[in-house]
């Protein structure tokens, strides 16, 4: 099983700062790497897959960057709706997708 | 628009079975990749099942032998059947549908309530 490890576990970062959120791989995922986002009480939210392309609808705030076992997530200037819990996700292992444990953007 | 409604969860004691459902529109189940993807309380997210566009199945370890995932094509539906339940099943258990160039999930369900408990 390939193991993602999500850092730092809780970020705290003011409105309009940016915000740099890592996820590391156990094995090389190559670019087969989608980031989530998820509100208290709803669904995850896809937002990047291909390790740095943007879902459909996904502001350009949003950037994903990175490569076999080292990715990155920015969200250059958080907007309130930005607060909440952003999960990775690796598919190189299909059909044994696994996430790593996630980060909690809070406000400072 | 797609649409993915889950239903089916609820309270079960420990060796119970449970049938979970996935209703879509917009969407064909039967030409997806369809997981069941699931959420303990305070938890990340893990990956249950699968079932490809051709019907081959797939299951993480820690449910193989007691869960079944299958569709209705008629009914546009997919289903979990969870049998043997134990505590540690008890979830928010999501539908979601693979995404168009990767084995990522685009669409999601808002996802139902399994609480496996005497």
């Known amino acids: 099983e390939i193991v993602m490890t999500q850092s730092p576990a809780t970020l705290s970062v003011s409105p309009g700062e940016r915000a740099t959120l890592s996820c590391r791989a156990s094995?090389?995922?190559?670019?087969?790497l989608a980031w989530y986002q998820q509100k208290p009480g709803q669904a995850p939210r896809l937002l990047i897959y291909?390790?740095?392309t943007r879902a459909t609808g996904i502001p350009a705030r949003f950037s994903g960057s990175g490569s076999g076992t080292e990715f990155t997530l920015t969200i250059s200037s958080l907007q309130s709706e930005d607060f909440a819990v952003y999960y990775c996700?690796?598919?190189?292992?299909?059909?044994?997708?696994?996430f790593g444990q996630g980060t909690k953007v809070e406000i400072k | 628009e797609v649409q993915l409604v889950e239903s089916g969860g609820g309270l079960i004691q420990p060796g119970g079975s449970l049938r979970l459902s996935c209703a879509a529109s917009?969407?064909?189940?039967?030409?997806?990749?369809m997981s069941w993807v699931r959420q303990a309380p305070g938890k990340g997210l893990e990956w249950v099942s699968v079932?490809?566009?051709?019907?081959?199945?797939y299951y993480a370890d820690s449910v193989k032998g007691r869960f079944t995932i299958s569709r209705d094509n008629s009914k546009n539906t997919l289903y979990l059947q969870m049998n043997s339940l134990r505590a540690e099943d008890t979830a928010v258990y999501y539908c979601?549908?693979?995404?168009?160039?990767?084995?990522?999930?685009?669409?999601w369900g808002q996802g139902t309530l399994v609480t496996v408990s005497s």
């Open positions: 079932i490809y566009s051709g019907g081959s199945t």
């Open positions: 291909g390790a740095s």
């Open positions: 979601a549908s693979r995404g168009r160039d990767g084995y990522y999930f685009d669409y």
């Open positions: 917009g969407f064909t189940v039967s030409s997806n990749y």
């Open positions: 094995q090389s995922v190559s670019s087969n």
């Open positions: 996700q690796q598919y190189n292992n299909w059909p044994s997708v696994t």
